[in-house]
């Protein structure tokens, strides 16, 4: 037995350091929310192997198609003139049912694109990665090219499956004087990933065993789940007590990365939510949101995070004057507290509950001076919960402000109605 299969058999420890593992977690989430992710590393670092690893891992396929060595026909096809009936072109399901051209002799003419052969993987697939590697590298057409797939998600004129995961890897500047600086407004449709100097031996030796890549899943609705709704509501909090944070583009910046905006921000939500949902660690999320918005915008946040703590759910439907207490001054740290406590309420809808509750948010409303809008969705919500063995549910003399406040939102919609 030869030594290097002596040690693999041995049980060798897991490979990496903390910052590989972090990185490749980071990816793995990115890849279970279907985001475009920018891989950035100096080359040979083992980006490629870790995309060839997710789909190996996962029996998916990969397609990788490097920029710097690729004809735009590789890209989005080859142009193909043919000839057919106006039946053929006028048929939906017709591959030649676009850009119809009056031709001679009563035919048309119509111009199609072949698709390559990546993209030909990536169409014919349920789930897969396509990835655009050396994106910095390439000319500026070519990466203009690769970016329009990534955001319409249509190649050769054809829509892209909903699972295709895509991803474009770079080398930074400071390891390749060769690449073309990252516009910010392309920059602002990646989350980004910094990769570790370090290549990955162990797979390609033999020599330590790696750990696979966290299988995270999520189901198909998890954007309308209460984790991401109450994470967009943190991060509507945090924006507005830093609104210089909302939108910062640094105009010394010649080549960007993450920077806070709004598109990045819902991003971060949808990371905030998803990392909720599957249980990832918290630094792990941490590094990811910095890929968004940028490090110094991640840390404010996180910061904002460990003291804007609320009362959970449960806690204020033991004692429902603790809403109350919140005061006023913070509007949207009350209509989150509130938000999350419908949202438990309907899960699991006992009277009990309901009316803890109700009395909750009639005791916040009825403060004086209560910017009320805070409570319009959070009151809608619980409103339209039919609790179990309640009787007299819908009935709201018992919580007069909230009757009165229902009363004027149900005038400012006829209102508009009406307008």
């Avoid at 030869?2 to 590989?20: C, E, I």
């Avoid at 697939?125 to 797939?149: C, P, Q, R």
Wanted: aromatic fraction near 6%; include cysteine; charged fraction near 20%.
């Amino acid at each position: 037995m030869s030594p290097t299969n002596n040690l693999a058999n041995q049980g060798a420890a897991p490979v990496t350091s903390r910052d590989m593992k972090l990185a490749q977690q980071g990816f793995a989430l990115a890849y279970a929310m279907n985001h475009n992710v920018f891989l950035w590393g100096d080359p040979r670092t083992g980006k490629t192997h870790t995309v060839e690893r997710i789909g190996r891992e996962r029996g998916v396929p990969v397609a990788t198609t490097i920029l710097s060595q690729t004809e735009m026909t590789d890209l989005d096809g080859f142009p193909l003139r043919v000839d057919a009936s106006e039946e053929e072109l006028n048929d939906p399901a017709g591959k030649a049912a676009w850009s119809p051209i009056p031709g001679m002799r009563g035919r048309y003419v119509s111009l199609v694109r072949l698709p390559p052969a990546a993209a030909t993987t990536m169409l014919n697939a349920k789930e897969g990665v396509w990835l655009f590697d050396e994106m910095n590298v390439a000319e500026e057409s070519k990466m203009a090219t690769a970016m329009n797939i990534m955001s319409a998600r249509r190649v050769a004129g054809r829509d892209l499956p909903p699972g295709i995961r895509l991803v474009a890897a770079g080398n930074p500047s400071e390891s390749n004087r060769a690449v073309n600086d990252l516009p910010a407004a392309v920059a602002a449709r990646f989350i980004h990933i910094e990769w570790p100097n370090r290549a990955a031996l162990a797979e390609i030796f033999k020599v330590e065993r790696e750990e696979p890549l966290p299988a995270w899943t999520l189901d198909e609705g998890w954007l309308e789940s209460s984790e991401v709704k109450l994470a967009g509501l943190e991060i509507f909090e945090f924006l507005q007590l830093n609104p210089e944070l909302e939108h910062k583009l640094d105009p010394d910046e010649v080549s960007y990365r993450g920077w806070p905006n709004i598109g990045q921000w819902l991003r971060v939500r949808d990371i905030m939510g998803a990392s909720k949902l599957l249980g990832v660690p918290m630094e792990t999320s941490l590094r990811l949101i910095g890929g968004c918005v940028g490090t110094p915008a991640a840390e404010a946040l996180y910061s904002f995070r460990e003291s804007a703590t609320i009362p959970s759910p449960e806690q204020i439907i033991r004692n429902p004057y603790l809403l109350r207490e919140m005061g006023t001054a913070n509007s949207a740290r009350v209509m989150r507290a509130a938000s999350a406590l419908v949202i438990a309420v309907t899960k699991e809808p006992t009277a009990e509950r309901y009316f803890a509750a109700r009395t909750a948010i009639n005791d916040w409303l009825a403060i004086p001076g209560a910017p009320k809008d805070a409570m319009a969705v959070p009151l809608t919500d619980l409103l339209r919960c039919t609790p179990t063995s309640a009787p007299g549910a819908m009935e709201l003399d018992s919580v007069p402000a909230i009757k009165a406040f229902a009363a004027d939102m149900v005038a400012s919609r006829q209102a508009l109605e009406f307008n």
